[in-house]
């Protein structure tokens, strides 16, 4: 996997994978659930409503402005009637712009919903990593460090450490929060990110 420095890169390349790939997705899904009788007839229809869903998806987030109610119920609406990958993007949008707004429980609760509409585990791992952010904000450390570990892949470990880090810190763990962030140093990831990193265990003392 593609090693990103903070999930928005990541966020940012998934939703162009699935804005543009509807058919390897359903595709992907048929495959998965050995759906093997009448699979022709299946791809079809279901490669169609890829597209109109994908094309709906487009439509409603392009339109998503904060300061216009009724463009968030649009995109809370669009959520709630696809529990698919397309649903779960509109719920990690959504949850940005509460999360813009400082409205922490609703953003919590809409990638808390989201997560449950997909099993791509790049898009569950951005959105675990989203709401371990926002846990840390609530200043709800353990359920941070709970939602951290369901992350899976390698290509999150800088990340995860990162948020672990603060989380453990928050607690007063010092030890704790400087084994996490040399960890994550250690890893393959941003100059950038291993800079931060060890800027905030030389704050440490």
Same mark, same amino acid.
């Given at each position: ?86 649903? $779960?993007?509109?719920? +990690?949008? *959504? =949850?940005?712009?509460?999360?813009? &707004?400082?409205?922490? %429980?609703? /953003?919590?609760?809409? !990638? ?12 569950? $791992?951005?959105?675990? +990593?989203? *709401? =371990?952010?926002?846990?840390?904000? &609530?200043?709800?450390? %353990?359920? /941070?460090?709970?939602? !951290? ?18 989380? *453990? ?5 010092? &030890?704790?929060?400087? %084994? ?26």
């Amino acid at each position: 996997m593609e090693i990103y420095s903070n999930d928005n890169d990541q966020v940012d390349a998934l939703r162009r994978f699935f804005a543009s790939n509807g058919k390897a997705l359903v595709v992907g899904v048929i495959l998965g659930v050995g759906a093997l009788v009448g699979w022709r007839y299946w791809s079809t229809h279901q490669d169609g409503n890829a597209k109109e869903t994908s094309a709906a998806y487009q439509q409603v987030t392009t339109a998503l402005d904060a300061s216009k109610p009724q463009t968030l119920e649009a995109v809370s609406q669009f959520a709630n009637d696809n529990n698919n990958t397309y649903g $779960a993007l509109a719920s +990690l949008d *959504l =949850a940005k712009q509460y999360v813009d &707004q400082n409205e922490l %429980d609703k /953003a919590a609760t809409q !990638l808390q919903s989201g997560l449950k509409d997909t099993q791509d585990a790049n898009l569950q $791992a951005v959105m675990n +990593l989203r *709401l =371990a952010r926002i846990q840390l904000q &609530q200043k709800k450390a %353990d359920e /941070a460090i709970k939602t !951290l570990d369901a992350v899976k892949g390698d290509g999150w470990t800088a990340i995860i450490a990162d948020i672990r880090g603060e989380a *453990l810190l928050s607690k007063g763990d010092i &030890q704790g929060a400087r %084994d996490a962030w040399s960890k994550g140093i250690a890893s393959d990831t941003s100059p950038a990110l291993k800079e931060m990193m060890q800027m905030k265990m030389n704050n440490l003392g």
